[in-house]
């Protein structure tokens, strides 16, 4: 009951996980009623006046968590439906996978709608696939038009999509030296910048095979 004490006193003052421990205290007063009503029969230690004390206690510790007033931060400016559709759409743009403008789309019913739109779904398959990938995977909608999100969730299932790393190293082809992408090393060829060739993590490791 002290453990417990301490972690209502918690709850209430940062007014976090309150759902969780309201669930807790209603289980445990639960089981203590199923006992109590079977006294002389159950495995209660101490008083059975005792043990009504702690039932009330949580019944206490119960309604002040269902008095708790949430706190809503202050206004910090702009949200990001409040933007303007064009901007809305360009952001979204940017987004390289398709699992993160569904999880986008189930925001709020107007970001699910821009979510939808068919020229961001073409562009994600355009960006992932070639040409002739996505015509081995045509999927054509019951309006007559090529489904853009079906065939992308289609083809990621059928070929790997296009690696994107934000720094990658570069392997000179000439003098075999490792750098970063941007940084010189001393090459000793005509044309430095027309031997260097970017790896991915995968050619990296292949490097060091056998």
């Not at 495995?43 to 949430?70: A, D, F, K, S």
């Amino acid at each position: 009951m002290n453990i417990l004490e301490k972690v209502v006193l918690k709850v209430l003052e940062d007014q976090q996980n309150i759902r969780l421990i309201r669930e807790l205290l209603q289980t445990l007063y639960t089981s203590l009623c199923m006992l109590v009503q079977r006294v002389g029969k159950s495995v209660l230690v101490g008083n059975i006046n005792m043990w009504v004390y702690r039932m009330e206690t949580i019944l206490h510790w119960q309604q002040q968590l269902n008095n708790i007033q949430i706190t809503r931060p202050a206004f910090r400016g702009l949200t990001f439906t409040d933007l303007p559709l064009c901007l809305q759409l360009n952001i979204m743009q940017r987004l390289s996978d398709g699992r993160d403008l569904v999880s986008l789309g189930q925001v709020a019913p107007e970001l699910h709608v821009l979510s939808e739109d068919r020229l961001l779904w073409k562009r994600l398959c355009q960006y992932h696939f070639s040409e002739r990938q996505i015509r081995k995977r045509l999927i054509v909608s019951d309006k007559g038009q090529l489904d853009w999100k079906k065939m992308y969730f289609k083809l990621i299932r059928c070929y790997p999509r296009k690696e994107q790393y934000e720094d990658t190293l570069q392997l000179c082809r000439h003098c075999h030296i490792l750098s970063w992408k941007g940084t010189d090393h001393p090459c000793t060829a005509n044309n430095p910048e027309s031997c260097s060739v970017s790896l991915s993590p995968q050619d990296f490791i292949n490097l060091f095979k056998f």
